[in-house]
């Protein structure tokens, strides 16, 4: 018999770019020293993290007389408000006041994207289940969850759609215009091939699951001011909603976050209702108020990633080189638009993922759906067009019988004629072969397939499975507005360093390395320089921390006020020490001017006294880039960044229990800022991206309540989920071609992807079934029971 799947030892120690075995310390200090090098500085606020000293919304001391907000919620899917009674709920012990639609001064819309399609309090319709219809204002929490749940409101149900198939049986409603992108002749192209198929892959969603749920303070000032700190990934959106709700222009609301207890794109529209609805709250009371979600709450409100079902029709030769393929990517995006037209439309973006289509059609069908409005999560819509991607590559492997690495390496994008994308942008640094062929020879892959196969013919009831899948992931926002940020620095007459910019601090290490921009610029160690709350008081218009761009427009905007205040305090020493401009240079030990060392704040001294300005602002906006969605054609992305991900897992056919047994990654950040920041996110994103294909499932029931609504219901990758094995690395040698800050590639959402590597394992395993003749057609989360319902389809071809 087979040995079972049970709990073993942890993994063997891996070690990361920097040489360090996984748990290693760090130095403390370590500024990416001149001549560019990069160096892991530890997080600036880890120290804090661990000790519980973090400051986040809910720890903020409370101002006095501060209120508690509690949302009332639908409890249908789609009905008409027939009455409201919120008398009982008014009379309530400790409630102050009770918010509802007609309570709003200015505007009751929230969409993100300027379709009025999101009240912030619903009115007259409901269009899903836990919708906010009012809001209860009182003492204490407590008081307003008990109130909030006295509401008595009569309802009309109405037909609700909530899924996929139900909105296209009902004729297929959008939020948002459907995309297409073509190139070629895709009809005459699968017409053409000498080998044809068509099948559906179908991916559900994912919960953010944020360790710190929505939550916002609101606190009134002077003649309309009002101040909202925000758990938000988009501070200058949660200004423009509060302002719009309150009827006032944007320079009487300032929006600040220190950080957030986690995000995953889940803040970057989500969290604008419990800043809206606290701002409301404070507004009308004269009072401070307090909004934090209940995690039930919060779950049944908010948007999820979404779920998607792909249809593809593929071209192909004996060879497995494709030559045609037709997809339509259809979504299930919820009641409203919020973030649904670009994240279908970035599914497109990533439909080829590293593979070139001689002719292509790829089209999206955003539906609308009686459940929650979908939006932002890491990756946004790329991971489900890559899904459908490597989909394609199975099928053409299984049908030709042929290693899916061999037809993987045999479709990558290359140069000359096999460089354009379906939308037309043209592949410049395709690096997908060679890091595929790298990490294959690192970690034996094709060996250990064999020896797989081999031991899978001996194991009854444990079958092995082994994958290798790429990344080929675009950076930039596909709104080619949002590719913008700015920064504003000072250094005071001591020398240290204050930087406030416009990006949002998750945990992802984004201010650590916008601290270790300016350490690196003016030769400081990390306690000279300090980052600040990021507020719209001090950098305003900020686009989201979203779409990877946080350390490539932030860090840009960064660098370009500090190198605005080094010219100035340049041309002061020249002439001060009488010296070239070109002999100051800025060191860890000290400014060199000429052959003088000068203590930096000696330095600064000098300059204030010489009335010098050491304050400035920062600017960046991204170059290259365009898009123009009527004609599906345009440069979306200033570049790729790429990877490859092996994984190996076991399964259990008695039980559908998956085990990970080994994973390999070789992810090219560029050059790092800080490679030890870059790998935990490579390894964070890598497990996400296996949790949402593996065991993260979202259930509706038939009247649209969110039956996954709490941790003991939802399940997320636990510790021993883990791989037992985990190598990570970064690709060596490697500096982005573009010009990015300090030629460093984005690392946030690219290694996502790489949970696709489990997927496809457990599909390999599943196929020893039948000895590897049948595509299993492996839906997405490959939960215990899908895998034991694929196992059962599989048996009967091999004959038991």
């Given at each position: 018999?087979?040995?079972?799947?049970?709990?073993?030892?942890?993994?063997?120690?891996?070690?990361?770019?920097?040489g360090?075995?996984?748990?290693?310390?760090l130095?403390?200090?370590?500024p990416?020293?001149?001549?560019?090098?990069?160096?892991?500085?530890?997080?600036?606020?880890?120290?804090?993290?661990?000790?519980?000293?973090?400051?986040?919304?809910?720890?903020?001391?409370?101002?006095?007389?501060?209120?508690?907000?509690?949302?009332?919620?639908?409890?249908?899917?789609?009905?008409?408000?027939?009455?409201?009674?919120l008398?009982?709920?008014?009379?309530?012990p400790?409630?102050?006041r009770v918010?509802?639609?007609?309570?709003?001064?200015g505007?009751?819309?929230?969409?993100?994207?300027g379709?009025?399609?999101?009240?912030l309090?619903?009115?007259?319709?409901?269009?899903?289940?836990?919708?906010?219809?009012?809001?209860?204002?009182?003492?204490?929490r407590?008081?307003?969850?008990?109130?909030?749940?006295?509401?008595?409101?009569e309802?009309?149900?109405?037909?609700?759609?909530?899924?996929i198939?139900?909105?296209?049986?009902?004729?297929?409603?959008?939020?948002?215009?459907?995309?297409?992108?073509?190139?070629g002749?895709?009809?005459?192209?699968?017409?053409?091939?000498?080998?044809?198929?068509?099948?559906?892959v179908?991916?559900g969603?994912?919960?953010?699951f944020?360790?710190?749920?929505?939550?916002?303070l609101?606190?009134p000032?002077?003649?309309?001011?009002?101040?909202?700190?925000?758990?938000?990934?988009?501070?200058?959106?949660?200004?423009?909603?509060?302002?719009?709700?309150?009827?006032?222009?944007?320079?009487?609301?300032?929006?600040?976050?220190?950080?957030?207890?986690?995000?995953?794109?889940?803040?970057?529209?989500?969290?604008?209702?419990?800043?809206?609805?606290?701002?409301?709250?404070?507004?009308?009371?004269?009072?401070?108020?307090?909004?934090?979600?209940?995690?039930?709450?919060?779950?049944?409100?908010?948007?999820?990633?979404?779920?998607?079902?792909?249809?593809?029709?593929?071209?192909?030769?004996?060879?497995?080189?494709?030559?045609?393929?037709?997809?339509?990517?259809?979504?299930?995006?919820?009641?409203?638009?919020?973030?649904?037209?670009?994240?279908?439309?970035?599914?497109?973006?990533?439909?080829?993922?590293?593979?070139?289509?001689?002719?292509?059609?790829?089209?999206?069908?955003?539906?609308?759906?009686?459940?929650?409005?979908n939006?932002?999560?890491?990756g946004?819509?790329?991971?489900?067009?890559?899904?459908?991607?490597?989909?394609?590559?199975?099928?053409?492997?299984f049908?030709?019988?042929?290693?899916?690495?061999?037809?993987?390496?045999?479709?990558?994008?290359?140069?000359?004629?096999?460089?354009?994308?379906?939308?037309?942008?043209?592949?410049e640094?395709?690096?997908?072969?060679?890091?595929?062929?790298?990490?294959?020879?690192?970690?034996?892959?094709?060996?250990?397939?064999?020896?797989?196969r081999?031991?899978?013919?001996d194991?009854?009831?444990?079958?092995?499975g082994?994958?290798?899948?790429?990344?080929?992931?675009?950076?930039?926002?596909t709104?080619?507005?949002?590719?913008?940020?700015?920064?504003?620095?000072?250094?005071y007459?001591?020398?240290?360093?204050q930087?406030?910019?416009?990006?949002?601090?998750?945990?992802?290490?984004?201010?650590?390395?916008?601290?270790?921009?300016?350490?690196?610029?003016?030769?400081?160690?990390?306690?000279?320089?300090?980052?600040?709350?990021?507020?719209?008081?001090?950098?305003?218009n900020?686009?989201?921390?979203?779409?990877?761009?946080?350390?490539?427009?932030?860090?840009?905007?960064?660098?370009?006020?500090?190198?605005?205040?080094?010219?100035?305090?340049?041309?002061?020493?020249?002439?001060?020490?009488?010296?070239?401009?070109?002999?100051?240079?800025?060191?860890?030990?000290?400014?060199?001017?000429?052959?003088t060392?000068?203590?930096?704040?000696?330095?600064?001294?000098?300059?204030?006294l010489?009335?010098v300005?050491?304050?400035?602002?920062?600017?960046?906006?991204?170059?290259?880039?365009?898009w123009?969605?009527?004609?599906?054609?345009?440069?979306?992305?200033?570049?790729?960044?790429?990877?490859?991900a092996?994984?190996?897992?076991?399964i259990?056919?008695?039980?559908?229990?998956?085990?990970?047994?080994?994973?390999?990654?070789?992810?090219?950040?560029?050059?790092?800022?800080?490679?030890?920041?870059?790998?935990?996110?490579?390894?964070?994103?890598?497990?996400?991206?296996?949790?949402?294909?593996t065991?993260?499932?979202?259930?509706?029931?038939?009247?649209?309540?969110?039956?996954?609504?709490?941790?003991?219901?939802?399940?997320?990758?636990?510790?021993?989920?883990?791989?037992?094995?985990?190598?990570?690395?970064?690709?060596?040698?490697?500096?982005?071609?573009?010009?990015?800050?300090?030629r460093?590639?984005?690392?946030?959402?690219?290694?996502?992807?790489?949970?696709?590597?489990?997927?496809?394992?457990?599909s390999?395993?599943?196929?020893?079934?039948?000895?590897?003749r049948?595509?299993?057609r492996?839906?997405?989360?490959?939960t215990?029971?899908?895998?034991?319902?694929?196992?059962e389809?599989?048996?009967?071809?091999?004959?038991?």
């Open positions: 018999m087979s040995d079972p799947i049970s709990a073993e030892s942890g993994p063997v120690p891996a070690r990361d770019a920097s360090l075995a996984r748990g290693a310390s130095p403390a200090d370590g990416i020293v001149a001549g560019g090098a990069s160096r892991s500085l530890r997080h600036e606020s880890a120290a804090m993290h661990v000790s519980g000293s973090a400051t986040y919304i809910d720890d903020m001391p409370e101002p006095k007389g501060l209120l508690h907000v509690v949302p009332g919620l639908s409890t249908r899917a789609h009905a008409r408000i027939l009455s409201m009674d008398d009982a709920v008014r009379a309530a400790g409630v102050v918010l509802t639609a007609a309570d709003i001064p505007h009751n819309q929230i969409s993100p994207v379709k009025n399609d999101e009240p309090l619903a009115e007259d319709l409901v269009s899903y289940y836990g919708q906010p219809i009012f809001a209860v204002v009182a003492e204490t407590a008081a307003a969850r008990r109130a909030a749940r006295l509401a008595r409101i309802y009309e149900e109405l037909p609700a759609i909530l899924d198939a139900q909105a296209r049986a009902a004729g297929g409603a959008l939020v948002w215009r459907a995309l297409e992108m073509t190139r002749d895709v009809l005459a192209g699968l017409a053409a091939a000498p080998r044809r198929l068509s099948g559906q179908t991916m969603g994912q919960e953010h944020y360790l710190e749920g929505q939550a916002a609101a606190q000032g002077e003649e309309g001011e009002m101040r909202v700190w925000s758990s938000t990934q988009h501070p200058t959106e949660t200004q423009h909603m509060v302002a719009h709700v309150l009827d006032r222009p944007s320079n009487l609301v300032t929006t600040e976050i220190r950080r957030m207890g986690g995000g995953f794109g889940g803040k970057e529209s989500q969290a604008n209702t419990p800043a809206c609805l606290a701002a409301l709250a404070a507004e009308l009371t004269g009072r401070a108020a307090k909004m934090r979600l209940d995690r039930d709450d919060d779950m049944v409100m908010t948007g999820k990633r979404h779920d998607f079902v792909v249809e593809y029709d593929v071209g192909f030769d004996d060879d497995g080189r494709i030559l045609a393929v037709d997809m339509v990517l259809a979504a299930r995006c919820g009641w409203s638009a919020d973030l649904s037209g670009p994240v279908t439309d970035r599914a497109l973006f990533h439909a080829d993922n590293a593979y070139y289509y001689p002719d292509v059609r790829l089209r999206s069908e955003p539906l609308k759906t009686n459940t929650q409005s939006t932002a999560y890491r946004f819509g790329g991971p489900q067009g890559i899904v459908a991607a490597e989909r394609v590559i199975e099928e053409v492997a049908a030709t019988g042929l290693d899916p690495l061999d037809v993987r390496l045999r479709n990558v994008y290359g140069t000359g004629t096999r460089d354009l994308t379906p939308y037309h942008m043209t592949v640094d395709s690096i997908a072969a060679e890091i595929m062929e790298q990490l294959a020879r690192d970690c034996t892959y094709r060996d250990r397939r064999a020896a797989l081999a031991a899978n013919r194991s009854p009831f444990v079958r092995r082994i994958a290798l899948t790429p990344v080929k992931f675009g950076i930039s926002f709104a080619t507005h949002y590719n913008q940020a700015g920064a504003l620095v000072h250094v007459t001591d020398g240290s360093v930087v406030n910019h416009g990006g949002t601090e998750m945990g992802q290490g984004l201010h650590t390395k916008m601290v270790q921009i300016a350490m690196r610029e003016f030769g400081l160690a990390s306690d000279r320089v300090r980052i600040t709350a990021t507020t719209t008081g001090k950098v305003p900020t686009s989201a921390t979203a779409a990877s761009s946080g350390a490539d427009l932030n860090g840009m905007a960064v660098l370009d006020a500090v190198r605005r205040i080094k010219d100035r305090l340049i041309a002061f020493a020249a002439g001060h020490w009488n010296v070239a401009p070109d002999a100051v240079r800025f060191l860890p030990d000290g400014v060199h001017v000429g052959e060392i000068v203590p930096f704040p000696d330095l600064t001294r000098a300059a204030y010489a009335r300005s050491m304050s400035s602002s920062g600017f960046y906006k991204t170059p290259k880039i365009s123009n969605p009527d004609t599906g054609r345009g440069r979306p992305f200033y570049y790729f960044a790429y990877g490859a092996c994984a190996e897992v076991a259990d056919l008695l039980t559908g229990e998956t085990r990970i047994e080994r994973v390999d990654i070789l992810h090219d950040a560029g050059r790092s800022l800080n490679p030890a920041i870059d790998i935990g996110q490579i390894e964070g994103a890598f497990v996400q991206g296996a949790g949402w294909l065991m993260e499932e979202l259930v509706w029931d038939s009247a649209g309540r969110l039956r996954t609504h709490a941790p003991s219901t939802y399940k997320i990758p636990a510790c021993s989920d883990r791989p037992r094995i985990f190598n990570v690395a970064l690709l060596e040698a490697a500096p982005n071609r573009e010009d990015t800050i300090f460093s590639k984005a690392v946030g959402e690219p290694p996502f992807v790489h949970g696709v590597a489990v997927l496809h394992a457990i390999d395993a599943l196929a020893s079934l039948d000895s590897y049948t595509c299993p492996l839906d997405a989360p490959a215990p029971e899908t895998i034991l319902r694929t196992a389809r599989l048996r009967p071809r091999a004959g038991g």
